[in-house]
Structures are given as structure tokens and as C-alpha cells.
């Protein structure tokens, strides 16, 4: 990280937090950025209204980052901008714009998931002081280490890992180590999620995640909200976090009211502030934080990898405090049967009993009923009719509160005036305009020199990725160009006793899993070690963690030389994502699977330096999880609430859920010549349990008989 420049002001830490970590608030909304600040935090982070993986928050202009950065500063407190989304090919001149206005604006950190996003603020935006986000996946030492390497001041760890192996992550290396400490939950890994993506295009890597896991599926014989997690909730687990060496304790929630906001800040400031043992603070605490309205709280993964408690299959998925059964449904008003009736202007969600129908209201008018009932007016508005809706809702159904209408905490909040001092902010807009200006002629004139190059080779490799031996004599007659082989005890014993291919063609390409949790870096380390001394230098880094595994590793065997090629989880989706691997020593790349046809079009028009492949066929995660639960029975098809069959495997790293059909490019072959891409990658790491699959495959001929499947957003446009 670059020292601040004259254009830039050191940032000012509040002074309260030099003997213990930051609390770190969210912001979505003006109104909760105030309500943060009052209640205490030290820190907020906020998003711009494009590129952050909130996009469906209010989020602010630069314009208003710039006096929320100011107001901050006065304060002696901090502000980060997520500008945390993978970025598309067409949005890279806005990327530019943004990075350049976040320096102008005086930022404290900017947020970041792309790896074109770092290459630019590297590049071009030193001012910038860089955080690499959760969506990083960064899980353990290893990914530590690499974020380190490349810059970032600060690792927002992923909300998977123990309290041990946030200890071995924060002492990994000098670089400041971030952890959730309450809020929102997901079932997969952030950054490794392709549900939304894949089943409509909307990508939780881009901030459009319509949350397909708190949905109701029917797992056999039960329905439930089987991956639908209950919040994170550390209260109790502060003292161990504090003494791990974390720096900063981060708060979800941007996408919640202010009420939740100034709720959760000030039960954990008042609980960080407190002496040792404080009781009455604890309690007090835990009291602010059921008024904040959230779902029911976890300790989620600290205390243990397979925390079965994190979740509650039988429960709605809604955030909020129920609030009672509906009896009646009857001129626009629901009859509820309830001990804490609502009040006129708190925001209500009615959720039907069966199905997926809800519907969220402003009550407008509360009136006594009989025997511990109210009638509660509001949802025909909400509907927009002006009759009551005869649709789902009836008796059974549950109310939530999901809102306060007048929160006491923001009753006496009041905006806080933005500093008047300017000085030096016409000179840092001058450089941080001059230096955008400079990133965009850079990008432009290598898409100019691309236009008259050849974009790819006239005959794309054939890859083919593996797990288990099995799969590789079936699809042997292949003859693939390179087999990927992922590193287990199984392709040990098989392939470093009869390789498929000598070890000096590099034909043979060794691929670490995308988890790779402490207790079994020791496994890998030592795998590493085998493989290399085997003669073979060739792997498939999927995760931030992997390269610098791989060079450790080579390191401790003497070995010279590895090449290491980009796998599929890096999430490269733009020309400049490209260039970055190439910095960081990689010798080729795999593009995201999430990408449409437009988008890949234009990032290989832009002329990426390196060699770029693509999936096109393979039964791919739509989740990757820690989870673990009896619930959850393997083999038996998991169907959703639109009659769309799953399918759920596990092995000891991590939980997956598959769809029943492929994705598969293979019926558009003229369309992925025109691409010109480098390699084309079958990927047989995962197919669903007791499916047959095609036979042994005998040529190449043979790909006809693979199943086909859907092209997710490749015929579409990823949103």
C-alpha cells in the first residue's frame, strides 16, 4: 500500500479505537449512516449506487460519498466504499470513474472482490487504501498470505472459519484481518454461489442474489427451509475474537433499516466498551439486539465447522419478530392472533403458511378484536387494491414485525453536519480526473492493439477435469490435450503411481480443491511435495490461497519452476481480471462460468495477455457450503418450490448442491470457435448420486452422447 499522497489526507482513526479492534457498521440508507455514527461505531462502509455486491440497497453517488467521508472525518471515524462486484467488460470505464471518485472523495478503504478492479487501483489509484472482501473467499493462511502480497491492508476473512482458524489467519501475516460479527448469513462460501446466477441471471458475485436459500424445498419426505442459516450473532464470543488479533469486527446489514443498524451497534459497542465480566452488560446487549428485529442468532461456525444449530429447517426464512397467526382475512384487514400488537406505521410481513407467497405492509390501523386478537389494516394498500385481496393469504398464515415505524434508538438522532474545510479537494479531483483519464486511455489503446491480433488459436485444447480414477477411464478415449486431476488420497495413489502422461509433457495439471480449511493445509502441503518431487509442475489454482500454497510448496521441495493456470473460482469476468492473474504469475485462465456470450465477446475483443479457456460442460455446484445438518440426506432428489430437482453430495471438505441437469455449450460449437478461446474444459469433478453416466467415451466423437443440459446465461445476459 502506497503512503497517503498530498492529494489524500491520512485517514483519522477514531482515538477510542487504538486499544481494541473497530466496530465496523453498515450503511445503506443516510438515515442508518447517521444512526451508526451516533450509536458508536468506528468505522462505516457504504456502496455506490453500481459495483457493490448490495446493489439493491438505497446506496449514495460519489457526490454523496465524498460529504459522508467528510462527516466521518469530523467525527474522527472512518469510511470504507464496497465497490465489491465483479465487473462486467462494458462496466469497466464506470470501475474506472468510481475508483477515481472514491480517491477524490477522501475514502478511508475501498472494498474490493474483482481482480480487475485491484489491477486498476494498483495501477492507476494509489491513494486508495485496499480491503480484499469476503467474496474473496480468503479461508485460511495461505490466502492470508497471497492477499498480503498483493497489496490489500486489510483481509475480510470468509464466515466459515472456527475461532482457531481465524487465529491462524490473523498471525498468517502483518496485514489487518476483518470479521463478521453479526448479520445475514449464507448457506455457500461467498463468492463460490451460482444458485441465483445460474437460474436466472442474477449473480450474488454482482449484488443481484434473489436468494433462492431461504427458500421452502421438499427434501423427501419433509419440506423446509433447509438452507435458509439463522443470523450470525458473536455477542458471546467477543473476548475470543478480540484476543485472536482481529482488527476490525464488522456488522452486516445494508440492506436493513436504520432501527436494525442503530440496534446492533449499540448493543456491541456498549458490550466492547464494558469491563470483563459485565453481566449486566451482556444482558443488556442481548435485549438491544432482539429489538434490532434480525432473525433468531448463531454463533454460526466459531465454535465448530459443523454448527447443526445454524439452522432451523422448520422455520420461515423472514427476519423480523412474529408477531402472531392470522384468523380472519376480511375487508382488507387481517384478524391476528397476538400478545404484542403492532403499531400504526411499524412495517409488517405476512407470510403465507404453505407456498412462497408474502407480502410486505405499513400497518396503518391497529383495533382490538375478541379474545387476544387485533385487526391490523394495511396489506390491501400493500397489494394496490383497493378491495381485499382474495389471493393466498387466510387463516394459519404468519404476521412478522420487520420494522419499527418509530424507532426509540433514532428518535433522538439528528444529521450530523459534514465538516466545512475544503482544502486540497479541488487538487486530489484534478489528479484523481488526470489519473482516470490515463487508466482509460491505457485500456483503450490495449483493446485498439488487440483488434488486428489473431485472438486465439485455430484448434482449442480439450481439458477434462477429474476427481477419482474412476472417472478418468471412462472418458480416457478422449485423449484430452490436458487432464485436471484434483488432489485427494485417491488420484495420489492413483495417478503418481501409473500417470496418464509422462511427467516432463506438463500435460497433467494438479488442482487443490476451492476449500482448503487449517486442519487440512498439513495434507496438501505434503501432497504438494509428493507431486513435485514426482517431476510434475503443472496446477489449477482455483482460490486466492492457492498460489501461494503452490510456490510454499515448491519452495520447501527445491523445485524451480511451476506454472500455475487459473481455474474457474478465480471469477474472471473482465479483460483486466485477465491481466491481473498475469501479475500475479499465472500462466493461463479459466473465464467465469456466469458470463454470457456478450460479455465474453467483448472481454476477448479487449485483448486479454494471457490464454483463456472456459467450461463448457460440467455438473456444477450451485452451492458450496460447511454446513452440515441430519437433515440433509444424500441421494434423495431436493425439489424447489418451481418443481426443479437437486441433487446434494458431500465429501470432507465441503457440502454440495447440483442440479439435475448439466451446464453444458457443447450443442453451440460454432458460437465458442468465434470466441477463439484458448481451451474448452469438460469438467467431471461432480455429477449428481446414482446417475449413469454416458459409458466409456471412445473419441471425441462420443461428446455427442453427454447429456445435455442449459447454458445458464450464456444465451441471456448476466445481471
Known sequence: MAAPTPERPASRPHASVASRPELLAPAGTLEAFHAALAEGADAVYVGLKTLNARALAANFTPAQVERLADTAHGLGRRLFVALNALVREDEVPELIRSLAALEAA???????????????????????????????????????????????????LAREMTLDEIRAAARAAPVETEVFVHGALCFSYSGLCRFSSAFGGRSSTRGRCVQPCR???????????????????????????????????????????????????????????????????????????????????????????????????????NTGRFLGEVRR????????????????????????????HQAAFVCRAVAAGKAGTVWIEGLAAAEGRKTPPAGPFGPGDRVFKVDEGASALLAGHRPL?????????????????????????????????AAGRPRGPARPELWAAVR????????????????????????????????????????????????????????????LRRILAAGFAGFVAANLSHPALIREAAGEAGSRRVEIHGGAGLNILNSLAVRAAGELGLASVQLSVESDRDNLEALLAAGPPLPAGLTVYGYLPLFTTRMRHPAFRPGTPVVSPKGERLHWTADAAAGHLLPARPFSLLDKEKELRRLALSAWVLDFTHRPPRRRGPGRLRSRRDLDRLERGWDWNFSGRLR
Request: aromatic share 6%; hydrophobic share 40%; glycine share 8%.
Open 329 to 356: 382475512v376480511a375487508g382488507g384487514r387481517l384478524l391476528v392472533a397476538t400478545r404484542r400488537a403492532p403499531r400504526p406505521g411499524d412495517r409488517l410481513r405476512v407470510v403465507a403458511r404453505r407456498g412462497e
Open 468 to 527: 477419482d480414477p474412476a472417472a478418468w477411464r471412462e472418458i480416457q478415449g478422449l485423449r484430452p490435450d490436458r487432464l485436471v486431476v484434483e488432489i485427494n488420497r485417491r488420484t495420489l495413489a492413483a495417478f503418481l503411481r501409473h500417470p496418464p502422461f509422462p511427467a516432463r509433457t506438463g500435460r497433467l495439471l494438479w488442482a487443490l480443491p476451492p476449500v482448503l480449511h487449517e486442519e487440512r493445509l498439513a495434507f496438501h502441503r505434503s501432497a
Open 215 to 317: 427458500r421452502r424445498y421438499r427434501w423427501g419426505e419433509k419440506t423446509g427451509t433447509f438452507f435458509s442459516m439463522k443470523d450470525l450473532c458473536a455477542l458471546d464470543a467477543l473476548d475470543e475474537i478480540r484476543a485472536a488479533g482481529v482488527r476490525s469486527l464488522k456488522i452486516e446489514g445494508r440492506l436493513r433499516p436504520a432501527h436494525y443498524v442503530a440496534s446492533v451497534v449499540r448493543a456491541y459497542r456498549l458490550a466492547l466498551d464494558a469491563p470483563p465480566g459485565d453481566a449486566a452488560a451482556r444482558a443488556e446487549a442481548r435485549r438491544l439486539l432482539e429489538d434490532a428485529l434480525g432473525r433468531p442468532g448463531t454463533p454460526a461456525y466459531l465454535r465448530s465447522p459443523h454448527p447443526e444449530t445454524a439452522l432451523a429447517p422448520e422455520r420461515t426464512a
Open 417 to 449: 453536519p459534514a465538516p466545512r474545510d475544503r482544502r486540497g479537494r479541488g487538487r486530489r479531483r484534478k489528479a484523481a480526473r488526470e489519473r482516470a483519464e490515463t487508466a482509460l486511455a491505457d485500456y483503450r489503446s490495449a483493446a485498439a492493439g
Open 106 to 156: 477522501g475514502v478511508d478503504a475501498v472494498i474490493l472482490q474483482d481482480l480487475g478492479a485491484w489491477h486498476l487501483a494498483r495501477r492507476h489509484f494509489p491513494g486508495l487504501r485496499l480491503h480484499a472482501s469476503t467474496l474473496m473467499a480468503v479461508h485460511n493462511g495461505p490466502g492470508v498470505r497471497q492477499a498480503h502480497a498483493m497489496g490489500f491492508a486489510r483481509v475480510v
